[in-house]
Every structure is written in structure tokens, then in C-alpha cells.
């Protein structure tokens, strides 16, 4: 199970640094809401799932940290 520690954007991606020190990155495409989000939106998320998830409630986004380890996904963005 993985859990998030800490949650960042750039204009490019999205990195979630997990409690065991390993930080996943993976591209804003994957996610068109935060990709189209404003700053101030995309600061406002919290977790949820006792670490297991992120929540962004404006923007009715919610990640399953282990989605970020799924490859299709990539290929669906394309």
C-alpha cells in the first residue's frame, strides 16, 4: 500500500513523495482537471484514505496513489 507523505505540481507535473522517501512524478496530461486548474485551486487538496489518496473537492478530483503506477494510462494521454 502506498501512502503520500507530500503532495507537489509544476506547470508539468504531478509528484507525490511517499512516506517511505520514494517520490513518484507523473505528467498533468494524465489528470485534464489539474492540467486546466488554476494555482490556487491546484494547492487545494487534501489527503484522504488514511494516506492512500488525494483530494482535490473543487475541482471533484479525487487519485488512488496507486493509479500513478499504471503505464496505460500514458498511452491513453497520447
Known amino acids: 500500500m502506498f501512502k503520500c507523505k507530500k503532495v507537489k ?3 508539468h507535473r504531478l ?3 511517499l512516506e517511505d522517501g520514494r517520490i513518484v512524478s507523473t ?3 494524465w489528470y485534464p482537471a489539474l492540467l486546466s486548474a488554476t494555482d490556487e485551486q491546484r494547492k487545494h487538496y487534501k489527503l484522504i484514505g488514511r494516506g492512500t489518496m488525494i483530494e482535490w473537492a473543487g475541482l471533484d ?3 488512488d496513489i ?3 503506477f499504471k503505464v496505460e494510462q500514458e498511452k ?3
Do not use: T
Open 15 to 17: 509528484h507525490v513523495e
Open 9 to 11: 505540481l509544476d506547470n
Open 27 to 29: 505528467p498533468l496530461s
Open 61 to 63: 478530483l479525487h487519485l
Open 66 to 68: 496507486e493509479e500513478m
Open 76 to 78: 491513453e494521454a497520447a
